[in-house]
C-alpha cells in the first residue's frame, strides 16, 4: 500500500528577523533540488512574497519543476484580525503567479501563526487550501476551518527534529501514515552551516547555546539526512506529491 506523503520547504532569508542574510536560499536550495531531482520528487515550496523580485530566476527554476505556494509577504505574522489580511494574501498570490506563470493555491503561515479567522481570509483571496496548523502546537488544536472551502494540511513534525542527535531514528520510528498525509517542512537555511550566518548577525556564543535549534547540524548533516529520510519513506513506499495535487 502506498502512503502519501508531502515534502515541503518554507523560503525566506536565512533566519527572519535575526539574519536576513540569503545562504540558504544562494547555497542550501541548490543542494535540496539536486536531492528532489535525484530522487525524482516534485516538492511544494512556500515563498515569501517580497523575494519575488529579488530572486525572480531561482522562483521561476523552482516552479518549473515544483510547486510554488505562498509563505506571506514579507514574513510578518498574520494572526490578527485584520480586514487587511485578505488584501495581503491576494497580493502575495498575484506576485508569485507573475513570477511563475501559475496558479499559486497554498499558503503557509509566517512562523506558523494562524488564528481561525484567517481562514476566511485566505478564502476570499482565492486559495485552496493551508498548510500552517503544527500537529504538536495544543493551541493549533482549536483552529477552525469554519464553513470555509479551505482544505487543512497539517505539518506532521517539527522541522529541527530531523537535525537532533537520534533525529531520524524518530522519524522512522514515528512517521504517520495515511489521512490527513505526512507533510513535513523544512527550510532551505538549513542545508547551510548557519553557525557563520548567525554569527556574522552578531549573535553571540550565548545565544547560539540558547538556540541549538537555530543551528545544529545544519548544512552537510541536514542534506545527509535529508536525503537518508527521503530514500527510507520511498523504500516504506510513500509517494510524494505537491500539496496541491491532495487538494
Ligand atoms: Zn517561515
Given at each position: 500500500?502506498?502512503?502519501?506523503?508531502?515534502?515541503?520547504?518554507?523560503?525566506?532569508?536565512?533566519?527572519?528577523?535575526?539574519?536576513?542574510?540569503?545562504?540558504?536560499?544562494?547555497?542550501?536550495?541548490?543542494r535540496i533540488l539536486k536531492i528532489l531531482d535525484e530522487m525524482k520528487i516534485q516538492a511544494t515550496f512556500?515563498?515569501?512574497?517580497?523575494?519575488?523580485?529579488?530572486?525572480?530566476?531561482?522562483?521561476?527554476?523552482?516552479?518549473?519543476?515544483?510547486?510554488?505556494?505562498?509563505?506571506?509577504?514579507?514574513?510578518?505574522?498574520?494572526?490578527?484580525?485584520?480586514?487587511?489580511?485578505?488584501?495581503?494574501?491576494?497580493?502575495?498570490?498575484?506576485?508569485?503567479?507573475?513570477?511563475?506563470?501559475?496558479?499559486?493555491?497554498?499558503?503557509?503561515?509566517?512562523?506558523?501563526?494562524?488564528?481561525?479567522?484567517?481562514?476566511?481570509?485566505?478564502?476570499?483571496?482565492?486559495?485552496?487550501?493551508?498548510?500552517?496548523?503544527?500537529?504538536?502546537?495544543?493551541?493549533?488544536?482549536?483552529?477552525?476551518?469554519?464553513?470555509?472551502?479551505?482544505?487543512?494540511?497539517?505539518?506532521?513534525?517539527?522541522?529541527?527534529?530531523?537535525?537532533?542527535?537520534?533525529?531520524?531514528?524518530?522519524?522512522?520510528?514515528?512517521?504517520?501514515?495515511?489521512?490527513?498525509?505526512?507533510?513535513?517542512?523544512?527550510?532551505?537555511?538549513?542545508?547551510?552551516?548557519?553557525?557563520?550566518?548567525?554569527?556574522?548577525?552578531?549573535?553571540?556564543?550565548?545565544?547560539?547555546?540558547?538556540?541549538?535549534?537555530?543551528?545544529?547540524?545544519?548544512?552537510?548533516?541536514?542534506?545527509n539526512r535529508l536525503r537518508k529520510l527521503l530514500r527510507f519513506l520511498r523504500r516504506r513506499r510513500f509517494?510524494?506529491?505537491?500539496?496541491?495535487?491532495?487538494?
Amino acid at each position: 500500500m502506498t502512503v502519501r506523503a508531502a515534502i515541503t520547504f518554507d523560503v525566506e532569508s536565512d533566519c527572519p528577523g535575526i539574519a536576513d542574510s540569503y545562504l540558504g536560499i544562494k547555497k542550501g536550495l541548490p543542494r535540496i533540488l539536486k536531492i528532489l531531482d535525484e530522487m525524482k520528487i516534485q516538492a511544494t515550496f512556500f515563498v515569501v512574497g517580497s523575494l519575488a523580485h529579488a530572486f525572480p530566476k531561482v522562483i521561476q527554476t523552482l516552479s518549473s519543476r515544483h510547486e510554488v505556494a505562498s509563505h506571506g509577504l514579507t514574513h510578518s505574522t498574520l494572526d490578527g484580525q485584520s480586514p487587511d489580511h485578505a488584501s495581503e494574501l491576494r497580493r502575495v498570490k498575484r506576485l508569485l503567479e507573475e513570477v511563475t506563470g501559475q496558479t499559486v493555491e497554498g499558503f503557509r503561515a509566517p512562523r506558523l501563526r494562524i488564528s481561525s479567522a484567517l481562514f476566511p481570509s485566505l478564502v476570499a483571496a482565492g486559495y485552496r487550501y493551508d498548510s500552517s496548523q503544527a500537529m504538536w502546537l495544543p493551541r493549533h488544536r482549536r483552529l477552525q476551518l469554519g464553513q470555509t472551502s479551505i482544505v487543512e494540511f497539517p505539518l506532521s513534525i517539527p522541522n529541527v527534529f530531523l537535525r537532533f542527535p537520534g533525529g531520524l531514528r524518530l522519524y522512522k520510528t514515528f512517521f504517520p501514515r495515511g489521512n490527513p498525509p505526512l507533510t513535513l517542512f523544512f527550510h532551505p537555511s538549513e542545508a547551510v552551516s548557519m553557525v557563520h550566518p548567525l554569527r556574522a548577525a552578531g549573535i553571540q556564543a550565548e545565544g547560539l547555546l540558547m538556540r541549538p535549534d537555530r543551528w545544529v547540524n545544519t548544512g552537510v548533516p541536514f542534506v545527509n539526512r535529508l536525503r537518508k529520510l527521503l530514500r527510507f519513506l520511498r523504500r516504506r513506499r510513500f509517494s510524494f506529491a505537491p500539496l496541491r495535487d491532495f487538494t
